[in-house]
């Protein structure tokens, strides 16, 4: 993809990748779904669909004229004029974070928070270093009713700029005393229809986990979360497929049989962590995720041991018989029986080295460009800035250059 050298040069355009990425080109044009660049004497390409926009010096004359004039409107209490204006700046530049403020003031002024979520969410995915778009988001939040969003959006906001008028909005929120936690995401009912003793401490370890990883993940699911009690069905307490400890078909199915007591043991609490992940997961991703980062990141919240897995993967990474990650997004129920453990396996320690490259912050930048729509081929190069063979290949010499394990 020529990004080897991104280094600001005396150029005429600067492309801006959906990533946020950005490289200085000599010039730039758009052939059919290909973006072509020149640079340095040579001229590359990139897929249409991993460019945000391409910004030419000659563009860049000053703000733009109908983001000016929104802005002029929204002064005189005229949203709806506002809109018009704003939809035809982002028409021509759909990564414009002034624009998109704008618009997500101006569906709030018409009163319908849900647009100004999802206008607001967009410009904290183009850049989630912007303060403004956090207290924006928490805006459309706090006008949903939704407390916990909201506190959890005005914080990451003042943590990225102090504003005196966002401290006070989220004194607001917090000291609300209708103000739910996470607890109240969840309904809770039991397959046998009467209530369980153990209800009360899943409800609280859902709760405590959902408030984390909305925290961890920067969203929200939009809808409850339905968890079942599965009092005929035995919870198996060892490291099994989650399809024989939780299940997680749009529901937290919970097998609870056998077990006594009104506290939870640590693998239970690790099985409702590692399935509410898997709802988070599909509540961001529309369910366009690979099977393996599902199950990867699933294992990390719920507290798996990535270097146990790398240790045990590392022999087989230089025997050459790792599983490609790409024959790991189907479902793993359709691999055999024997295979299912090392996929497993495989998935933890890919995530564990995504995070090692990229931070935590890159398994949320590759969910954000999932749930926009890209192939998995299309999102890792979006988020990560490497492809599936370069991400592969490094993943594998991590594991092979890793010391023999003794017997």
């Not at 563009?59 to 929204?74: C, F, I, K, M, S």
């Not at 003031?105 to 270093?129: F, H, I, S």
């Not at 009092?231 to 056998?258: H, K, L, Y």
Request: with cysteine.
């Amino acid at each position: 993809m020529g990004l080897a050298s991104l280094a600001p040069a005396a150029s005429a355009d600067t492309i801006v990748l959906t990533n946020g990425r950005v490289i200085e080109a000599d010039r730039a044009w758009f052939e059919g779904n290909q973006l072509r660049y020149e640079k340095g004497g040579g001229v590359f390409g990139l897929p249409r669909a991993l460019v945000a926009r391409v910004d030419s010096d000659s563009a860049q004359g000053g703000p733009d004229p109908d983001v000016t004039r929104a802005r002029e409107r929204l002064a005189a209490n005229d949203p709806a004029e506002a809109v018009k204006l704003l939809q035809a700046a982002l028409a021509r530049d759909p990564g414009s974070l002034a624009a998109l403020h704008a618009m997500a003031e101006a569906q709030l002024g018409l009163g319908d928070p849900r647009a100004a979520r999802e206008t607001a969410a967009r410009a904290v995915r183009l850049d989630p270093q912007n303060a403004r778009s956090h207290a924006l988001l928490a805006d459309a939040y706090t006008a949903m009713g939704d407390r916990v969003a909201a506190e959890l959006e005005y914080r990451e906001s003042l943590r990225l700029h102090a504003d005196p008028d966002v401290e006070r909005r989220l004194g607001d929120v917090a000291a609300s005393p209708t103000r739910v936690d996470g607890a109240a995401q969840f309904r809770l009912r039991s397959d046998g229809g009467e209530s369980h003793p153990l209800g009360p401490a899943v409800l609280q370890t859902l709760g405590a986990a959902y408030t984390e990883y909305a925290r961890r993940f920067g969203f929200r699911p939009l809808d409850p979360i339905a968890v079942v009690l599965q009092t005929e069905a035995a919870f198996q307490d060892a490291r099994t497929p989650e399809w024989a400890a939780g299940v997680n078909d749009g529901s937290i199915r919970m097998p609870v049989g056998g077990l006594e007591g009104t506290t939870l043991g640590r693998r239970q609490v690790a099985v409702l962590r590692h399935e509410l992940a898997h709802s988070f997961i599909a509540a961001r991703t529309g369910g366009n995720c690979p099977t393996w980062l599902q199950e990867g990141i699933s294992q990390w919240l719920e507290g798996g041991d990535p270097a146990r897995e790398d240790a045990g993967l590392a022999a087989a990474a230089r025997q050459g018989t790792l599983h490609p990650l790409l024959t790991l997004e189907a479902p793993f129920q359709t691999l055999p029986a024997a295979d299912v453990p090392r996929a497993y396996a495989e998935s933890l320690s890919a995530v564990a080295h995504i995070i090692r490259r990229r931070t935590e912050a890159g398994v949320v930048r590759l969910l954000n460009a999932l749930g926009d729509g890209h192939p998995s081929e299309e999102a890792l190069p979006v988020a990560l800035a490497l492809s599936y063979p370069e991400f592969q290949k490094g993943w594998e010499d991590y594991l092979r250059a890793l010391a023999p394990r003794r017997p």
